[in-house]
């Protein structure tokens, strides 16, 4: 695609329940990230994919955050039994392997999850 | 492990006005950074980078220099405009090609 696609773009949720985002990044992209933007807070690295290699799962900040991604394309992060202070936006971003733009992220719109 | 330090918002000038942002990095090896801005509303975007010591990036009026001997990334502006106001995120990649952002620093722009 032109961009890098997430979904939903709003979540609204009750507390203790399940939710998955999903990144659809620009076709081509080998490096997909995801990060965390609370209100009023900078971003957090969560998850980083490349390639076939095994994922940097570093910034996942329980066990109830876990992430996939399939075909090295489309991704999902889910978090499980989710708590109010979970409520953030969710950020995808990928980038190519090579080329001029190697290490230049590209964003999506995010998913803003709301926890009630 | 590898950080960025950036100042404290808010940051509100006059139009016309200088802009300074500072950053500060820590790392290993010699990391590329970045500046990515986010407009109200809108999505993060690349505003510069620098890929190597004493590299200056630029965009828009907008300018940094990679400095390694202060492992520092400024970003600055001759004169700003309403139209700059945002929240501006300092970054670096680092050996692992994992991507690090600052707290990012919001800017008003007052006319």
């Known amino acids: 695609g032109a961009g890098v696609s997430q979904s939903p773009s709003n979540k609204v949720t009750e507390k203790g329940k399940d939710v998955e985002l999903r990144c659809d990044p620009i076709?081509?992209?080998?490096?997909l990230y995801w990060y965390r933007q609370s209100l009023g807070q900078g971003l957090e690295f969560l998850i980083y994919?490349?390639?076939?290699?095994?994922?940097?799962k570093s910034g996942l900040p329980s066990d109830r955050f876990s992430a996939e991604r399939t075909g090295g394309s489309v991704s999902t992060l889910t978090i499980q039994r989710t708590q109010q202070e979970d409520s953030a936006v969710y950020l995808c971003?990928?980038?190519?392997?090579?080329?001029?733009?190697?290490?230049?992220?590209?964003f999506g719109a995010g998913s803003r999850l709301t926890v009630l | 492990g590898n950080s960025v330090t950036q100042m404290e918002g808010p940051v509100t000038l006059s139009e016309e006005a200088f802009l300074t942002i500072n950053c500060t990095y820590t790392a290993t090896g010699y990391p590329s950074l970045f500046w990515y801005v986010q407009y109200p509303g809108e999505g993060l975007q690349l505003l510069l980078k620098a890929t190597k010591a004493d590299d200056k990036g630029s965009n828009k009026g907008f300018e940094a220099t990679y400095r390694k001997e202060t492992t520092s990334f400024h970003l600055e502006k001759g004169s700003v405009q309403v139209s700059d106001s945002a929240v501006y995120f300092c970054?670096?990649?680092?050996?692992?090609?994992?991507?690090?952002f600052g707290a990012g620093t919001r800017l008003f722009v007052k006319a």
């Open positions: 994919f490349q390639g076939n290699s095994a994922p940097d």
């Open positions: 971003a990928s980038r190519p392997s090579g080329g001029s733009g190697a290490n230049v992220l590209t």
């Open positions: 076709s081509g992209h080998t490096a």
């Open positions: 970054a670096l990649i680092d050996g692992g090609f994992k991507t690090i």
